[in-house]
């Protein structure tokens, strides 16, 4: 682009994860002219445990077989092992898939080029201002809409007032993914297609092993006041090594925030403005899920932008935060991670060593969220 000249377009989307990427490629449908900038290039890492429900793939309208046609990973899941750390755990044996585990650096990197929008990578938002009833970003990007999908600490979600680090009661993970060698490969006894996850003794988080073909990915998340996470991690590595179920030898961890739905109080609407994804705070309380609601959250975004037909204004744009409560409820004071608080006082410890417990409430009411039909696409 020439010195002095802005590039112009309908929707900015800042930050190109599933959120964004979703956004732009439902707006690209809807015929708008759509920008995603991200700071990254892509393909990237993403700290996450790649663990997706089908939902996921109809609200994209993936099918699972054409996207492992394309040489990506896609790891069909049909069990679980539940339990505490420390405890025995149970297995639930499904019998068929239901759920999938995905890298996050080729599908993040798959959605975002299949979006159709123009890309920006490599590039992150350094300045944004009001110019007219548009946005003036980074001296050169003019756009009547900006999109906020940079994740938890997202510099949109910074304009609408978020403070992350300061007082927002954020999960705290760390994790590790890496390939195995084959020696690795073939002594580690963790199946591919049942992941295993393990509550903390406390129940204010849980640990996980995930194995995706050669791949392997440990972590644990919590949402804790008292910063003793590393502590916890090193616990469950430990505990897991004595059980010789991964590699004695890991790699270093990396490590990640994010808010879940009830505990959010982060403004998402503004004139011109809204915030979708991890950026708004939207990840399911009970199971830390982020990518469907991120998902989701984008497809109600772009469909309100679209029908706004060019009025940005915020009373237009409210009917987003309407359709978010409708989908997910009103966000509530739940301050646990995974477990209600009735669960948590009574009988967590011993109900986790029920099968039928872990299969009818853990598994498939606050992790699957079976009752919740997957929200589709307007256009596909
Ligand atoms: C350890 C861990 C494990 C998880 N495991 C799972 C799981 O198994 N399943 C699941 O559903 N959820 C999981 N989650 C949650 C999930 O990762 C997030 O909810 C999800 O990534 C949110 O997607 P998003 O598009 O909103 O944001 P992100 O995926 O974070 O994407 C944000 C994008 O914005 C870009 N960006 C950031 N700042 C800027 C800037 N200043 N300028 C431009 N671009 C910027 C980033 O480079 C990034 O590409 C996990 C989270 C953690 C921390």
Redesign the pocket.
């Known amino acids: 682009m020439m010195e002095g000249t802005t590039d112009n377009c309908d929707v900015l989307v800042?930050?190109?994860?599933?959120?964004?990427s979703t956004c732009a490629w439902q707006l690209r449908k809807q015929g708008l002219d759509v920008m995603i900038?991200?700071?990254?290039d892509f393909p990237?890492a993403?700290?996450?445990?790649?663990?997706?429900t089908p939902a996921v793939l109809e609200s994209l309208a993936i099918e699972a077989d054409d996207y492992a046609r394309e040489g990506l990973t896609i790891q069909p899941l049909s069990g679980f092992r539940t339990g505490i750390i420390g405890q025995p755990e149970v297995e639930t044996a499904y019998g068929e898939p239901v759920s999938y585990g995905i890298l996050r650096r080729e599908f993040?990197d798959y959605l975002l080029r299949r979006s159709g929008a123009r890309l920006r990578l490599g590039q992150?938002?350094s300045s944004c201002e009001r110019d007219g009833d548009g946005w003036l970003v980074n001296n050169d990007i003019r756009a009547r809409m900006l999109v906020g999908?940079?994740?938890h600490?997202?510099?949109v979600a910074r304009l609408l007032g978020a403070r992350p680090g300061s007082g927002e009661a954020a999960v705290r993970?760390q994790?590790i993914e890496f390939r195995m060698t084959p020696e690795q490969a073939r002594d580690c006894p963790v199946r591919a297609d049942t992941p295993e996850l393990f509550f903390c003794e406390d129940l204010k988080g849980y640990g996980w092993i995930f194995r995706k073909g050669e791949y392997l990915n440990i972590?644990l998340?919590r949402q804790d006041e008292n910063g003793k996470l590393g502590a916890h991690v090193q616990a469950f590595v430990e505990f897991l090594q004595r059980r010789c179920r991964i590699p004695a030898d890991l790699p270093r961890m990396q490590g990640?925030a994010?808010l879940l739905y009830g505990d959010t109080p982060r403004r998402i609407i503004d004139d011109g403005v809204l915030l979708?994804?991890?950026?708004a705070g939207l990840?399911y309380t009970q199971s830390?899920?982020?990518?469907?609601p991120?998902i989701e959250s984008a497809l109600m975004a772009s469909d309100v932008i679209a029908a706004a037909d060019g009025d940005y204004r915020a009373a237009t744009l409210s009917a987003y935060e309407e359709r978010l409560i409708q989908r997910f409820g009103k966000r509530d004071q739940s301050h646990s991670l995974q477990l209600p608080e009735w669960f948590k006082l009574m009988a967590g410890r011993r109900l986790m060593r029920s099968k039928w417990f872990a299969r009818r409430f853990v598994l498939d009411r606050w992790f699957f969220h079976t009752d919740q039909p997957p929200l589709l696409p307007a256009v596909s």
């Open positions: 800042v930050g190109g994860g599933p959120a964004g900038l991200d700071r990254q990237r993403k700290v996450c445990a790649g663990w997706i993040d992150g938002l999908a940079g994740g600490f997202c510099p993970a994790e972590g998340g990640h994010y979708i994804g991890d950026a990840a830390g899920e982020g990518i469907r991120a």
